[in-house]
């Protein structure tokens, strides 16, 4: 596909590592002629410094060949303005990123009015992933697959567990679940375990299963299941505000602490459900106040990742559920994992893989079949969907007779709304969707499942 990406910031920047390493002709355009330098140099891409709402820019970077325009400026207006006049100049596929809340009640009005294929809110989306973890507390990290009927969950083996020491060939049968450990994470390797794999308390494990069947096999090894009832949230920027609105709809009880006097006045005309107290969130005597050691959960959400990452620190010994911290930077990632902290979420890394997906979905429709992919274990897996078509060469055949490749594992078959843990009798059919997990990254089609 020819993609071209206006905007190289970190998600500009994320996009253009990802859709150029899968085979994708990719142009970028930015105002900064050293930014351009820098990610055409790293990438091998084309690179154009100028405007991305210039026609002439435009024109430059062949609009008229283009498959799909990803406006993810700064401005939301220009992001907008360059969606409206790239439709113009072609019949392509338009993604803006929006981040001001006065547009999100009107997103689908100014989508569809403009003519975009989508509009992409980080905040929003961050938020969302947010909620999904208080209502799951056990959960480091939740993935859905085939419109919600299958989840991956990804949770840490606590001390005592009584699922540590089995080998995984056994775990199903003793824990009489129906799930399947699909990745494995000890001591920073990586592994897609096999049935000889033994489970060790401190093991990051990811499971795939329907919804129900996780929530059996998470009650069965006794960890908490039920969503948070509580929750302090310390920053009242635009993810705040989207979280507590979702939160408040769900009965849980928030507290705000905000230290700028007129946005917390804000908060407290848009949020009159919630408490919001004005104030510092990095005064530990403030947080006792406000009796943070009474809470279920804590959301460290300010604009600094440094301060997010101590309140954290500290929230974890106060907290009894659940602590998820905001980060904005990606530079770090190996230090900040070394730190052992509970939920990380990173808002622009959240709107690239939504971007990212959407960019695969239109891939599907013109040759790749790749339904949704989500990237796992910083990056080191992948989780991929595939769709099972008429002309499928696999179909029939049973996964004991598949030589796949090393380091990839069929995880599970979703059938006419059915979920599958499949075993080696199991086969595809036409319609299935078929779940697979793997550390070789850039499948584009099942048939690579294949070792040849």
Known sequence: MKIIIVGCGKVGTALTAQLSKEDNNVTVIDTDYN????????????????????????????????DLMIAVTKSDEMNLLCCV????????????????????????????KLGLSMIINPEHAAAMEIARLLRFPSAIEIDSFSRGRVEMLRFKVPQNSRIAGYALKDLSRAIQSDILVCA???????????????????????????????????????????????????????????????????????????????????LSELLPRA???????????????????????????????????????????????????????????????????DSLIYPKHITAEYILQYVRAMKNSIGSNVE????????????????????????????????TRPNLLVAAISRQGKVIIPGGQDSFEVGDSVIVVTTVTGLQDIHEILSE
């Open 184 to 266: 494995a994470e000890r001591n920073d390797e990586v592994y897609i375990p096999d049935g000889n794999f033994v489970i060790r308390q401190g093991d990051s494990l990811s499971i795939i299963a329907a919804p129900s069947n996780a929530v059996d096999f998470f009650r069965r090894i006794g960890v908490r299941m039920n969503q948070v009832h509580s929750t302090m949230i310390v920053g009242g920027g635009d993810i705040t505000y989207y979280l507590a609105k979702s939160l408040e709809s769900t009965g849980v009880d928030v507290k705000i602490i905000e230290k700028n006097r007129s946005r917390a006045e804000t």
């Open 85 to 112: 006049i790239a439709k113009q100049a072609a019949d392509c596929h338009t993604i803006a990123r929006v981040r001001n809340p006065i547009y999100r009640e009107e997103r689908d009005f100014i989508r569809r």
């Open 372 to 403: 949704t992919l989500y990237k796992l274990m910083d990056d080191r897996v992948e989780a991929l969907e595939f769709q099972i078509h008429q002309n499928c060469r696999l179909v029939g055949i049973r996964l004991q007779d598949m030589k």
């Open 35 to 66: 930014v351009i330098r820098n990610v055409s140099n790293m990438y091998d891409v084309m690179g154009i410094a100028g405007n991305g709402a210039s026609y002439s820019v435009l024109q430059e970077a062949d609009i008229e060949h283009a």
């Open 275 to 341: 408490t919001v107290i004005y104030g510092d969130g990095s005064d530990r005597e403030l947080l006792r106040e406000e009796c943070i050691q009474d809470m279920d959960s804590f959301v460290a959400c300010t604009d600094m990742d440094e301060e997010n990452i101590i309140l954290s620190l500290y929230a974890k010994n106060m907290v009894s559920t659940k602590v998820v911290t905001k980060i904005n930077h990606l530079e770090f990632n190996d230090v900040i994992h070394t730190l052992n902290l």
